[in-house]
């Protein structure tokens, strides 16, 4: 997913972003965050609006201290879990989640992790950039950090500043063999880079040569990326419904092409051949229920996505997609708790959609639920989510 500069986005885009400065400009934070939250759930990779966006997070924040106000933490810990379960699937909307998260919690270390290794996914050098700055900073002497930090700055093309941190660090350990070979790798790519040795060695000098501009080399290798991945997606749509034809009973194929349409965001589609799934004898699987309703909330968010933000009736329109999209999670996942009682992962879940509701007393009955014994690779999050809840509501349960 390529990184853009203000020009690269749509008009539309560009004036709400403008907007959203206006409204930053004048302290009032809540909107100006809504606007840029709005601007990179269409663009993630506009580099000028996440970073208005941190300043955004910040100043709503007055600037509290790293890992302060607990029960700031504690609100935010159901939508980290939501990101951590979603970065392996889906970075993008790991990356959306995440910075829920830091609307509310700016200096969230783990919410920062996120986002970076969603970025890193993504091929989203700077991004990744802005939330390591922020972890670095307050952890100066970490020295993994410091080279993570540097290593992800050369490949945003700021390899003397990378090199700074490295020397800066090294003073108080001079004898560190690490920080040796780390600088002297950085030292060598700068070499590279400025020599135009890199660009020979890749064995793409077709169009690298020509491209003397850095910046637009990387953005047109990243769009090609992009470009395959749509190309292949086609592909194998126009083939799986050519096999669909001769194999209606293949369950599995039609499971496979509901996920393709899902990615082109043909969502009726999608849902109408996960339909076809649910009615068969394969129909009792809690991942396809899953997937059913995780294509139904992509929905929402492409409707809302779509929405016309000049429009009179904007505010009403919203409120009324982001409504029924929590009716629908609700209804859906106490649903899915009904019919499999015992799925450990289910039941967090509804914890966190009641939490995210306000049903403080609900929620706590569903983390008690899921967190003994522990939800796979998510647990521990459960357990720090139920004693973060119990101890800023005071309605904790036996």
């Known amino acids: 997913m390529p ?24 302290d009032n934070f809540d909107y100006a965050i809504d606007l840029f939250c709005q601007v990179l759930a269409r663009e993630p990779g506009f580099v ?10 910040q100043h709503k924040s007055g600037g509290r201290g790293f890992f302060k106000k607990a029960w700031s933490s504690a ?8 990101a951590q379960m979603a970065l392996r699937k889906d970075p993008a909307e790991a990356l959306v989640i995440a910075e829920q998260v830091l609307n509310g919690d ?8 996120i986002i970076v290794s969603a970025a890193s996914a993504l091929a989203m050098p700077q991004t990744a950039v802005m939330s390591l700055e922020i972890v670095h900073q307050h952890s100066l002497k970490d020295k993994k950090l410091a080279i993570e930090f540097a290593n992800t700055l050369a490949d945003a093309g700021e390899v003397k500043r990378a090199e700074k941190i490295l020397i800066d660090l090294a003073r108080s350990a001079p004898n560190d063999g690490e920080l040796s070979q780390a600088l002297k790798d950085l030292s060598a790519k700068r070499t590279m880079g400025e020599g135009g040795y890199e660009k020979i060695a890749a064995g793409e000098g077709s169009y690298r040569d020509i491209l003397k501009d850095e910046k637009k080399s990387v953005s047109l290798e990243q769009e090609n990326r992009v ?3 749509e190309d292949t997606t ?39 051949l996960y339909q076809r799934v649910q009615s068969s004898e394969m129909g009792n699987d809690p991942s396809l229920e899953r997937a059913v309703g995780l294509t139904a909330v992509r929905k929402f968010d492409h409707q809302i996505e779509q929405l016309d933000a000049g429009a009179p009736d904007y505010a009403e329109q919203l409120a009324k997609l982001q409504s029924d999209k929590v009716a629908f999670q609700m209804a859906e996942c106490q649903k899915r708790v009904e019919k499999y ?33 522990p939800i796979p690779q998510t647990g521990f999050v459960g357990k720090v989510t139920l004693k973060a809840i119990c101890t800023t509501s005071g309605n904790c349960v036996e």
Not at 3 to 23: I, S
Not at 75 to 82: D, G, H, L
Not at 342 to 371: N, P, S, T, V
């Open 234 to 272: 086609e592909r194998l749509i126009q083939e799986y419904e050519a096999r669909l034809q001769t194999e209606p009973a293949n369950l599995k194929l039609i499971r496979s092409l509901a996920e393709l349409y899902t990615s082109k965001k043909q969502f009726d589609r999608a849902l109408a």
């Open 3 to 26: 990184e853009k500069t203000l020009n690269e986005v749509p008009r539309d885009l560009r004036a709400m972003f403008t907007k959203g400065n206006d409204a930053l400009s004048r």
């Open 227 to 229: 470009q395959k991945t």
């Open 106 to 113: 700016p200096n969230n270390s783990i919410a920062h992790r």
């Open 341 to 373: 009682p015992h799925d450990l992962a289910i039941r967090f879940e509804m914890g966190a959609l009641y939490f995210q509701a306000g049903k403080i007393g609900e929620a706590i009955k569903e983390f008690q639920k899921a967190q003994d014994p």
């Open 75 to 82: 609100s935010s810990s159901p939508q980290v879990a939501r």
């Open 48 to 57: 000028e609006c996440r970073r208005a966006l941190r300043s955004a997070q």
